[in-house]
C-alpha cells in the first residue's frame, strides 16, 4: 500500500507532463516520422528558446528579492530598493531589485540561444529538415510551448511557486540547459561521427552525416536533459542531499527573504539630505571614489575619441570629449538621486527608519547596538555645505545618511562615541 507521505513526494502532474511532452515528442519524431538529425536540432534549438522566455516571464515575477550588492553603479541603487510594482487584482509584482537581474539575463540568454544553435543547428551545417518535417517540428514547438506556459502558470503563478523564488533562481535551470544541449549536442556529434567513421579527424564538425548520427545525438541530448529536468521535479530531495554531503553543489541554497520593517514610534525627528547635497552629492569627491566604474565609462568613450583623432574628424571628437565628461556624470547623479533623492530619516527613541518618500517604502531600521560603529564625515562638500555625513557601521555593510544639516538626533540614538569629524 502506497503511503500519503509517498504520494505527497510526488510533483503535481502539470510540471511532469511538461517534462514528459518535451522529452516525448523528440523520440516520437525520429522513432515515429522518420526525422533526420536537421529536424531534431532544429526542435532541440526551438526547445531551449521557449525554456527561455519562460525562465524570463517566472524571473520577472519572482516573488523573493534577488540577492545583489548594492555597490554597483545604478545597478545596485534598483537593488537596493524594497518596491514592488503590483499587477492590479492580483498577488503579482515585479520588484525593482529583479530589473538588474533581467538587464543582464536577457542578453546573456540570447547568445546562449545562438551559441546553442551554432553548435547543433550548426552541425548539419546546409542540411535542412525535409518540409513536412519541419511542419512536424513546428507543432511539436508550439505544443512544447504550451505545455511549458500551462506549467508556468498552474505551478508558478496559480500555486504560488513565484513565492519561492527570486530572479536568480528562476533563470539558473535554463542555463543548465543551454549547456547540456549545446556542448552535448557538438560533443555527441563529433565523437559519434569520428567513431562511425563518417567524417576524417581534419574534416571540419559540418562534414558530419546526419544520417550517421541521428539517433545517437538524440541519445546522448536527451537522456542527459531529461536527467537535469528530473532533477528541477525532485528538487526538494536534492537539496536534502546537498545539505547533508560535504560538498556544495548549489542546490540548497534559498533565496533571501523580504522581511518587514518595524516603523520608527513615535517618531521625534525627521531629518533629510539637505536640496543642495542631494542635487549635487552624486559628484563629490568621496561619492566619485566609491563608484570608479563611472570614470571607467568616460575612459572607455576617450579611447573612442582616439580612434577619430588619428582620422582627423575633430568634430567628432569634441562632441566624444564631452560626452566622455557628461556621461559620468549624469551617471553619478542618476545613482546618487535614486538612493538618497527621496530618503528621510525616521528617529524615535531607540532607532533610526530610513524611509523612501519617493517609493513609500521603509528601506531598512537600526537599533542600538545593532550597529559595530558610528563616525562622522565631512568632506568638502559637507565643508561648504555646513552639513555631516553619518555612517552606521554594520555587520554587512555600512549604512551612509550623507549631508545632514543636525545630526545630532541620530547620534543620539547610540550609546557609543562617535569618530570623525
Known amino acids: 500500500m502506497v503511503s500519503l507521505q509517498t504520494v505527497q513526494h510526488f510533483r503535481p502532474p502539470a510540471e511532469t507532463i511538461a517534462v514528459i511532452v518535451a522529452n516525448a515528442m523528440p523520440l516520437v519524431g525520429v522513432v515515429f516520422l522518420g526525422w533526420d538529425l536537421a529536424a531534431l536540432v532544429f526542435l532541440y534549438w526551438f526547445e531551449l528558446g521557449i525554456l527561455s522566455f519562460w525562465a524570463l516571464v517566472q524571473a520577472l515575477f519572482a516573488g523573493r528579492p534577488s540577492e545583489l550588492d548594492g555597490s554597483p553603479l545604478i545597478a545596485g541603487a534598483v537593488a537596493s530598493k524594497r518596491t514592488t510594482i503590483r499587477l492590479p487584482f492580483t498577488d503579482l509584482g515585479i520588484r525593482l531589485s529583479t530589473l538588474p537581474v533581467m538587464a543582464v539575463a536577457i542578453p546573456i540568454l540570447t547568445l546562449l540561444w545562438f551559441f546553442a544553435g551554432a553548435v547543433t543547428v550548426g552541425v548539419v551545417g546546409t542540411e535542412t529538415p525535409d518540409p513536412d518535417a519541419l511542419v512536424m517540428v513546428v507543432l511539436a514547438g508550439f505544443g512544447i510551448f504550451c505545455s511549458e506556459g500551462a506549467s508556468t502558470l498552474l505551478e508558478y503563478f496559480y500555486r504560488g511557486g513565484y513565492r519561492e523564488h527570486s530572479a536568480q533562481t528562476a533563470i539558473q535551470g535554463v542555463f543548465i540547459r543551454a549547456a547540456v544541449i549545446g556542448v552535448g549536442g557538438m560533443l555527441t556529434a563529433m565523437f559519434v561521427g569520428l567513431g562511425a567513421g563518417a567524417v576524417e579527424p581534419d574534416d571540419p564538425i559540418t562534414a558530419v552525416d546526419p544520417t550517421v548520427v541521428g539517433f545517437p545525438l538524440l541519445v546522448g541530448i536527451v537522456l542527459v536533459k531529461f536527467a537535469f529536468d528530473l532533477g ?39 531629518l533629510r539630505p539637505t536640496g543642495v547635497g542631494r542635487a549635487v552629492g552624486g559628484v563629490s569627491v568621496s561619492n566619485v571614489r566609491r563608484h570608479p566604474g563611472a570614470l571607467a565609462v568616460g575612459g572607455f568613450i576617450l579611447l573612442v575619441s582616439l580612434l577619430f583623432v588619428m582620422g582627423g574628424v575633430w568634430d567628432t571628437v569634441l562632441v566624444l570629449v564631452i560626452l566622455a565628461f557628461v556621461v559620468p556624470m549624469m ?22 527608519v530610513a524611509y523612501d518618500r519617493l517609493f513609500r517604502t521603509r528601506l531598512w531600521r537600526i537599533e542600538p547596538w545593532d550597529e559595530s560603529g558610528l563616525r562622522i564625515e565631512q568632506g568638502r562638500l559637507d565643508g561648504v555645505l555646513d552639513t555631516s555625513t553619518v555612517v552606521i557601521e554594520c555587520s554587512e555593510r ?21 569618530s570623525g569629524g
Do not use: C, M, N, Q
Open 331 to 352: 551617471l553619478l547623479l542618476l545613482d546618487y538621486w535614486l538612493r538618497y533623492g527621496g530618503i528621510e530619516y525616521r528617529v524615535s527613541g531607540d532607532a533610526v
Open 232 to 270: 528541477g521535479l525532485y528538487r526538494d530531495r536534492l537539496v536534502a542531499f546537498d545539505e547533508a554531503s560535504y560538498f556544495e553543489l548549489g542546490w540548497a541554497y534559498e533565496p533571501p527573504s523580504e522581511d518587514s520593517i518595524l516603523p520608527a514610534k513615535p517618531v521625534t525627528e525627521r
Open 398 to 418: 555600512d549604512l551612509r545618511l550623507p549631508h545632514v544639516r543636525h545630526p545630532d538626533p541620530i547620534i543620539d540614538v547610540f550609546d557609543r562615541r562617535v
